[in-house]
């Protein structure tokens, strides 16, 4: 089970930093994604971390901005969004690679996702 | 990035029909492609992975094919659990891309 947490409404330049916690997977074994859906719009990857965190990657549009993370010992992977702006307004879903140990970039589980709106 | 253009944006079908949608890509991706179901205020959902690997739990009335650039998603007799929006996804570089999505709406 994946649960994010950390969405919001949040002014233009602001921070957030969004959460996810794993559960009834070895959380440690499997790289992570983020994705985001804008209201009413397709799907958008935003951001990749390997099983270990040794290896990060970024969609051009987040780059930069987002800063993608994780604790192995808390089950938890971590999205840091610096500078937003109205048009990442969406809402984001952590999703867990089909493949351990490499990325394998299939998105076999995903969160409900949370909302964030980024509005004056 | 590679670009992903998926075709129809939409097509309505009836229950039974068989259903074919296409993904074309900019630049080969020998088989690396997904697709994916989502349903109104849902999750996306893993169908087929590495072009025509079916993911586990997924109704055999779903398959995949193709390679390169050019790829299918058939849905054999459709059910009507199936009318929902599809997407395909590249998996073979970063950025990793997503097509627009099709809309499977009831006839």
């Known amino acids: 089970q994946l649960v994010e947490s950390g969405g919001g409404v949040v002014q233009p330049g602001r921070s957030l930093r969004l959460s996810c916690a794993a559960s009834?997977?070895?959380?440690?074994?499997?790289?992570m994604h983020w994705v985001r859906q804008a209201p009413g719009k397709g799907l958008e990857w935003v951001a990749a971390?390997?099983?270990?965190?040794?290896?990060?990657y970024y969609a051009d549009s987040v780059k930069g901005r987002f800063t993608i993370s994780r604790d192995n010992s808390k089950n938890t992977l971590y999205v840091q969004m610096n500078s937003l702006r109205a048009e990442d307004t969406a809402v984001y879903s952590c999703?867990?690679?089909?493949?351990?140990?490499?990325?394998?970039?299939?998105?076999?589980?995903w969160g409900q996702g949370t909302l964030v709106t980024v509005s004056s | 990035d590679i670009q992903m253009t998926q075709s129809p944006s939409s097509v309505s079908a009836s229950v039974g029909d068989r259903v074919t949608i296409t993904c074309r890509a900019s630049?080969?991706?020998?088989?690396?492609l997904a697709w994916y179901q989502q349903k109104p205020g849902k999750a996306p959902e893993l169908l087929i992975f590495?072009?025509?690997s079916l993911h586990s739990g997924v109704p055999s009335r779903f398959s995949g094919s193709g390679s390169g650039t050019d790829f299918t998603l058939t849905i054999n007799s459709l059910q009507p659990e199936d009318f929902a929006t599809y997407y395909c996804?590249?998996?073979?570089?970063?950025?990793?891309?997503f097509g627009g999505g099709t809309k499977v709406e009831i006839k």
């Open positions: 999703a867990k690679d089909i493949s351990g140990s490499t990325l394998d970039n299939y998105f076999d589980y």
């Open positions: 009834g997977f070895s959380f440690r074994l499997y790289g």
């Open positions: 971390i390997s099983y270990d965190g040794s290896k990060k």
């Open positions: 630049q080969g991706l020998a088989g690396w």
């Open positions: 590495a072009a025509s």
């Open positions: 996804q590249q998996a073979k570089s970063f950025s990793l891309t």
